[in-house]
């Protein structure tokens, strides 16, 4: 004999009153939890002293440029005066120099201080300082030292414009101060290694300073510029009003008094 059949259950529906119930205690748990939420956002956190604060995030919000490692010390120094200008300003110490600017070494910088990094930091006084030393060592090896020697030392204007000869001037100047101890020093040599017309209106000027000198010949060179472009368009337009033709067109008198027969013969 088969067992009785089981009927399926339905689930009761909920009175209002009970879903009433619910909606009262959901309620009531929302409110506690924004309560709670508003009391933590007003309350102030404790204050912490100044050398604990987060330099790191500081610096980062300065967004400092990566040193990729490339064996090139305009690039070096580049990054080492923005870095040493985001030091100051957010008030780095010394000592924690080292350990963010490493932060921000990639490829063959950040390989150098994998095999580098432990024996410097090891040493008690290695800081921001010694670290600027040791990668000018490293990147800045004696051969590209020569050549950037070199190059200062025969520096010269050429067919490049005046903005372009002392952005080179500036950055080769730096590496081979010897050459260009004093201020003075750098005016002749800026101005030996310019061309011969703006050599010679220097000459009688006279600059003090690397500043005044480059002015001077950006003046000189902006007038040039000008004297040639009025130069070019009087030429052009002389050209164009040379190539008109005045002459009066020939009357073709035979054709007019010519008999009727003739008239349509050739020349």
Not at 113 to 124: I, L, S, Y
Not at 137 to 158: D, I, N
């Amino acid at each position: 004999m088969a067992p009785p059949r089981q009927c399926a259950r339905t689930p009761k529906t909920p009175t209002n009153e009970q879903l009433a119930q619910n909606l009262q205690h959901l309620t009531q748990i929302m409110q506690t939890l924004s309560e709670a939420l508003m009391h933590n956002n007003h309350t102030a956190p404790p204050p912490q002293p100044a050398g604990h604060r987060d330099v790191g995030r500081l610096v980062s919000g300065h967004r400092p440029p990566v040193f990729a490692g490339e064996e090139d010390l305009v690039i070096l120094e580049e990054w080492i005066r923005n870095l040493d200008k985001i030091f100051s300003v957010v008030g780095c110490p010394e000592e924690r120099g080292v350990e963010l600017a490493s932060f921000y070494f990639s490829h063959e910088a950040d390989l150098w201080w994998v095999h580098e990094g432990p024996a410097c930091q090891d040493q008690p006084d290695f800081d921001w300082t010694a670290l600027k030393d040791r990668m000018r060592e490293r990147f800045y090896p004696s051969h590209v030292r020569a050549a950037m020697y070199e190059e200062f030392l025969h520096l010269q204007q050429g067919s490049s414009s005046v903005v372009e000869y002392h952005k080179r001037f500036l950055e080769l100047a730096r590496f081979a101060r010897m050459l260009v101890p004093a201020e003075l020093a750098k005016v002749e040599k800026f101005v030996a290694g310019l061309n011969y017309e703006a050599r010679k209106a220097l000459t009688v000027s006279k600059p003090r300073t690397l500043k005044e000198a480059y002015l001077s010949v950006a003046d000189l060179y902006r007038v040039q510029q000008l004297q040639r472009g009025s130069f070019e368009l009087a030429k052009k337009r002389n050209e164009g009003g040379g190539s008109h033709s005045f002459k009066k067109p020939r009357q073709d008198f035979r054709a007019r008094n010519a008999p009727p027969h003739l008239k349509d013969q050739p020349e």
